[in-house]
C-alpha cells in the first residue's frame, strides 16, 4: 500500500475522517463535522483490514497523532487540533461549502 492508496481513498468525497472506533478525538471530530450537516466519510483503522497499513501512511504525510487524521476537499487538514483550530477562526463551514460538504 502507497500514498496513492490514501489519495483514492480520499477522491470525490468531500470529507473524509481517518479514526479509531474508541477514540474520544475522533469522536469529538466527526460529532463537530456531522453539526454542520455534512455527512463524512468515515474509515474506522481499527475496524478494517489494512488499517494498520493505513495509519503509517497518515504519519508519513504528517499526521501527529495518526488519528483523526480530517481531509476537507481532498486535502489534508490535519487533525483535531487543526479542525478545532478553523472552527474558532470561524473557518470551517466556508471551507465546508467550498468542498460541496454542506450547502447553506
Known amino acids: ?6 489519495k483514492g481513498l480520499v477522491a470525490e468525497k468531500p470529507v473524509v475522517i481517518f479514526s479509531r472506533s474508541q477514540c474520544s478525538m475522533s469522536y469529538t471530530v466527526k460529532t463537530l463535522i456531522s453539526s454542520f450537516g455534512a455527512n463524512p466519510t468515515v474509515y474506522e483503522l481499527d475496524e478494517i483490514p489494512n488499517g494498520h497499513q493505513i495509519e503509517t501512511l497518515l504519519l508519513q504525510l504528517g499526521c501527529q497523532p495518526c488519528v483523526p487524521a480530517i481531509f476537507i476537499g481532498q486535502k489534508l487538514i490535519g487533525g483535531a487540533r487543526e479542525l ?14 467550498s468542498a460541496r460538504a454542506i450547502w447553506v
Not at 1 to 6: F, P, S
Not at 84 to 97: I, T
Open 1 to 6: 500500500m502507497d500514498m496513492n492508496a490514501v
Open 84 to 97: 478545532m483550530s478553523l472552527q474558532v477562526r470561524n473557518e470551517l463551514m466556508p471551507l465546508l461549502m
